[in-house]
């Protein structure tokens, strides 16, 4: 198995290359074609699916299918948006287009990956990177104090759209979350969230995808998650901290736990090799 090692802005150039949108129903997805396995990636909140295209990019072998989350990206909207349904939207599409070897869920879609499992998901291994231990509904973080402001500020009808889509307020999250100092790297995860972080169908949108991504915790689904798991974690993350990463492999009866150091919550942006390095382990192609 081939694993690229370029840089993450190389990486990120050559999975647009192997990309061809075929959509399934009202949502937009994008197939990376390779020779072996099959692998399904569910990327996280506010983004779209070139939030993993680094990673996709490094794993030059296998055939990735990354859809855009409903309401997200090019994909429509649901009538609502909270975990149960982007569950329901998750079995329906895993069922149209599967079976897949690997299921890979990064933030906020680690929560509807697992909430997915609990509901009936046939998914054989899963990968969960930086997978959200920490109910943010529950949080005391002064970070997830200031989201809650800010999305309930985006409610407003005045200032909300304007807020919402602020590039300075996503510049901001930016430079919070990024822990690398490599500047060409940064400027690299700047310009993805510059791009796509506001990539959202309506404020609405936007607004229950953060209601639901502060709902849940994968704790929540632990007694489902029964099955060959890959944790992948940042050592710095402040959004899923290390300590309750560590919990989680041990609650979970058939988990492995990589940490990768120096890095936070971006780490498909800042470790995208070495998260295809580990995925490749765990699904034997090494």
């Known amino acids: 198995m081939t694993v690229l ?19 399934v129903s009202d949502t937009a997805v994008w197939t990376l ?5 099959r692998v399904l990636f569910v990327h996280g ?5 070139h939030g993993l295209q680094a990673v996709a990019g490094a794993l030059a072998n296998l055939t990735v299918v990354s859809p855009d989350l409903p309401g997200f990206g090019k994909s429509a909207a649901l009538a609502q948006h909270n975990l149960s349904s982007y569950s329901d ?8 287009t599967g079976p897949f070897d690997l299921v890979v869920g990064h933030s906020f879609g680690t929560l509807v990956v697992a909430n997915a ?17 920490t109910r ?31 590039g300075l307020v996503t510049r901001s999250m930016s430079i919070g979350l990024t ?11 700047h310009e993805q ?16 995808g953060f209601q639901a991504a502060n709902s849940g915790s994968v704790f929540d689904y632990a007694d489902s998650l029964t099955g060959p798991i890959l944790l992948i974690a940042g050592s710095s993350d402040a959004v899923a901290p290390i300590s309750e990463q560590r919990r989680l492999n041990e609650v979970l009866p058939d988990s492995e736990l990589v940490v990768l150091e120096k890095v936070g919550h971006l780490s498909h942006y800042e470790k995208p090799v070495e998260i295809a390095i580990a995925i490749t382990k765990f699904l034997g192609t090494e």
């Open 33 to 37: 074609s390779g020779h072996g396995q």
């Open 193 to 208: 969230h510059s791009r796509y972080f506001s990539s959202y169908k309506s404020t609405r949108v936007a607004i229950e």
């Open 5 to 23: 090692t370029n840089p993450p802005a190389e990486l990120f150039a050559s999975a647009e290359a192997r990309s061809t949108r075929a959509d």
């Open 179 to 189: 822990k690398t100092k490599n500047r060409w790297t940064r400027s690299f995860i």
């Open 45 to 49: 909140f506010r983004g779209d699916h």
């Open 89 to 96: 939207w998750l079995i329906d599409f895993y069922t149209s």
């Open 136 to 166: 943010g509904s529950t949080s005391k973080s002064i970070g997830n104090k200031l989201a809650e402001i800010y999305y309930r500020i985006g409610k407003n009808r005045i200032l909300g759209s304007w807020l919402m889509s602020s």
């Open 117 to 133: 499992i609990a509901n009936g998901l046939p998914a054989g291994k899963v990968c969960l990177i930086n997978p959200i231990t």
